[in-house]
């Protein structure tokens, strides 16, 4: 069964990342790199145990185009579509694992993820099951 | 840029990584902001702390970075103004030509070649493609571009700003453009090279006779285009003709920057070495296939070239070639330098003959170069005091200031002949 784990992070957050203070307080170089060395760590993990799929960190925010308008076929092009507040998708693995309990035990460990306190009062992660076939989306 | 090797090491780079950019973020008009700034920063700080050990991966992060600073307040202002940046689809994007859609990995050299074409759009004034592509592509900052056009910098500023904002409405993709139109959009290229080279070899105003950085750039890029494109006879033939050309540039100009005609120059000047690489590129495109305009011009620049003394020049060729040339691309120039070597074969008289015919033409009748070469034909036939107007007439109708000088010495000393 594979399972999507989500992250997600504003724009300011990204800045934040970046060492800049935009609302977010400024990561130091240390907890940059700290928090890299914990990725780097938790993905090799999963590698070894044959669970991940595949995992990515999407660029920051402003690099959004939102296509609009698709249903009556005049697309519209919106160039960074979000608030800089707002929490978009940051991030995501697919795991495939023996259930979502499993999955959601993946997940937790990422609440071990060093990170500056601030940032980590409001972070969360989603973990949705992955539509196999077009069946489980039969209601 | 003041240190020479970094500028040296930053300009091929220049392009990559704003094609690398673009690939991957859009943002055409922004990106070529960030990697601008990429290149100011690279140009301060590696004299300084040494170069990296990946500099193009380190413009482009820098650049990368950049851009997203850019975007961000780009877009927190017009959050702010209540205003949504939006854009409809070009219809290319829903229905693209079925070429475009090239799998594999693109490499640098395309990239190079997409700007290159993006900038030479046919949205943009041949002035606008002329400034677009020496930044984007060239790498030279706004205030060089500015000084080798004698023009503000804040007025090529914006002739930029504007330039890539007609970029970004036309909305062309960053890719190749389609099979059926590359031909077309290739001799548009070519043809800003080619201006860009004249710009700097015959400069059409200012105090000095040559620009020599800006033909020098132009043959950098023709160099770049050929190498990207090494079959093509156009290609070829431009980058020939430039290096065919700028081969006499030090044999044009006198002692006190005078303008010296080619048949008084000193041919010991002549810069063998670009002759022999032009000679060797024209004979090879010449051999393979219908030769366009850049191929004539080049072999026209060769037969020249290839003179030991002006009387040496084999004159019958050249005329030959002209007419060539005016066969495929039939202008008033081709016509009047055709009639130069037609008096140089048959006589002044007959040359004459046909410059009578060019005068009606209102496109050069009131061009310098006309009424300069009826002074030298009217010269040769020996009338001294109709030469002498119409060396005055040239004069009077040039703007740049080593031309003046010379057609004004040229009546001069026929008047004192007399």
Same mark, same amino acid.
């Given at each position: 069964m594979k399972y999507m784990i989500l992250t997600y992070a504003s724009q300011?957050?990204?800045?934040?990342?970046?060492?800049?203070?935009?609302?977010?307080?400024?990561?130091?170089?240390?907890?940059?790199?700290?928090?890299?060395?914990?990725?780097?760590?938790?993905?090799?993990?999963?590698?070894?145990?044959g669970e991940l799929v595949e995992t990515?960190?999407?660029?920051?925010?402003?690099?959004?185009?939102?296509?609009?308008?698709?249903?009556?076929?005049?697309?519209?092009?919106?160039?960074?579509?979000?608030?800089?507040?707002?929490?978009?998708?940051?991030?995501?693995?697919?795991?495939?694992?023996?259930?979502?309990?499993?999955?959601?035990?993946? @997940?937790?460990?990422? @609440?071990?993820?060093?990170?500056?306190d601030l940032v980590?009062?409001?972070?969360?992660?989603?973990?949705?099951?992955? @539509?196999?076939?077009?069946?489980?989306?039969?209601? | 840029m003041s240190d020479a090797w970094v500028e040296d090491l930053l300009r091929p780079l220049a392009p990559q990584v704003l094609g690398a950019v673009v690939r991957r973020y859009g943002h055409f008009d922004t990106a070529e902001e960030a990697v601008q700034e990429a290149l100011l920063a690279a140009a301060t700080q590696w004299p300084r702390d040494g170069v990296?050990? &990946?500099p193009r991966g380190w413009l482009i992060t820098v650049a990368a970075r950049r851009l997203t600073d850019l975007l961000r307040s780009e877009q927190a202002r017009r959050r702010r103004e209540d205003a949504v940046a939006t854009w409809t689809l070009p219809e290319q994007w829903l229905a693209p030509a079925a070429d475009a859609r090239v799998a594999g990995r693109a490499s640098d050299a395309?990239?190079?070649?997409?700007?290159?074409?993006?900038?030479?759009?046919?949205?943009? *004034?041949? =002035?606008?493609?002329?400034? !677009?592509t020496l930044r984007a592509v060239g790498g030279l900052t706004t205030a060089e571009v500015a000084r080798?056009?004698?023009?503000?910098?804040?007025?090529?500023?914006?002739?930029?700003?504007?330039?890539?904002?007609?970029?970004?409405?036309?909305?062309?993709?960053?890719?190749?453009?389609?099979?059926?139109?590359?031909?077309?959009?290739?001799?548009?290229?070519?043809?800003?090279?080619?201006?860009?080279? &004249?710009?700097?070899?015959?400069s059409?105003?200012?105090? *000095?006779?040559?620009?020599?950085?800006?033909?020098?750039?132009?043959?950098? !890029?023709?160099?770049?285009?050929?190498?990207?494109?090494?079959?093509?006879?156009?290609?070829?033939?431009? !980058?020939?003709?430039?290096?065919?050309?700028?081969?006499?540039?030090?044999?044009?100009?006198?002692?006190?920057?005078? !303008?010296?005609?080619?048949?008084?120059?000193?041919?010991?000047?002549?810069? =063998?070495? =670009?002759?022999a690489e032009g000679v060797a590129l024209i004979t090879s495109a010449l051999g393979s296939g219908p030769a366009g305009?850049?191929?004539?011009?080049? =072999?026209?620049?060769?037969?020249?070239?290839?003179?030991? *003394?002006?009387?040496?020049?084999?004159?019958?060729?050249?005329?030959?070639?002209?007419?060539?040339?005016?066969?495929? *691309?039939?202008?008033p120039m081709v016509r009047l330098n055709h009639a130069v070597a037609v008096a140089m074969v048959h006589g002044a008289r007959v040359g004459l003959e046909l410059l009578e015919k060019l005068s009606t033409d209102d496109r050069l009748a009131e061009d310098h170069r006309l009424h300069a070469v009826r002074g030298h034909l009217l010269e040769m036939a020996g009338d001294h005091p109709a030469a002498c107007a119409a060396y005055q007439a040239a004069a009077d109708r040039t703007r740049s200031l080593p031309q003046q000088r010379y057609l004004n010495a040229r009546a001069a000393r026929l008047t004192v002949d007399r």
């Open positions: 300011q957050d990204y800045d934040g990342m970046a060492g800049k203070a935009t609302g977010k307080p400024a990561w130091s170089a240390q907890d940059f790199a700290a928090m890299g060395e914990f990725m780097v760590a938790f993905n090799k993990e999963l590698e070894e145990s990515r960190g999407l660029a920051a925010p402003v690099h959004t185009r939102r296509i609009a308008g698709l249903i009556n076929g005049l697309p519209v092009v919106t160039d960074g579509p979000y608030a800089e507040t707002q929490e978009v998708l940051a991030g995501y693995w697919i795991v495939e694992c023996q259930s979502f309990d499993r999955a959601t035990e993946i @997940a937790a460990r990422l @609440a071990k993820c060093p990170v500056p980590a009062a409001d972070a969360y992660a989603d973990v949705r099951p992955i @539509a196999e076939s077009g069946a489980d989306l039969d209601v | 990296p050990d &990946n395309d990239d190079t070649l997409i700007l290159l074409f993006m900038c030479c759009h046919p949205a943009l *004034s041949a =002035a606008s493609q002329i400034a !677009l080798a056009f004698l023009v503000p910098e804040a007025t090529m500023a914006r002739r930029i700003g504007r330039a890539k904002q007609r970029i970004k409405d036309s909305g062309v993709p960053f890719a190749m453009p389609a099979a059926a139109e590359r031909a077309e959009r290739l001799g548009a290229v070519l043809h800003v090279l080619y201006l860009i080279f &004249n710009e700097g070899y015959a059409t105003s200012g105090p *000095s006779l040559q620009r020599t950085e800006l033909a020098a750039e132009a043959i950098r !890029l023709a160099r770049l285009v050929h190498r990207l494109l090494p079959s093509d006879g156009e290609v070829t033939g431009l !980058l020939a003709l430039t290096l065919l050309t700028d081969a006499r540039r030090l044999a044009r100009t006198g002692p006190d920057g005078e !303008l010296v005609p080619m048949a008084e120059q000193d041919r010991s000047r002549w810069n =063998a070495q =670009a002759i305009p850049y191929q004539l011009q080049a =072999a026209i620049a060769a037969v020249h070239d290839e003179a030991a *003394s002006a009387e040496a020049t084999d004159w019958p060729q050249i005329m030959a070639l002209y007419e060539l040339l005016m066969r495929i *691309s039939d202008n």
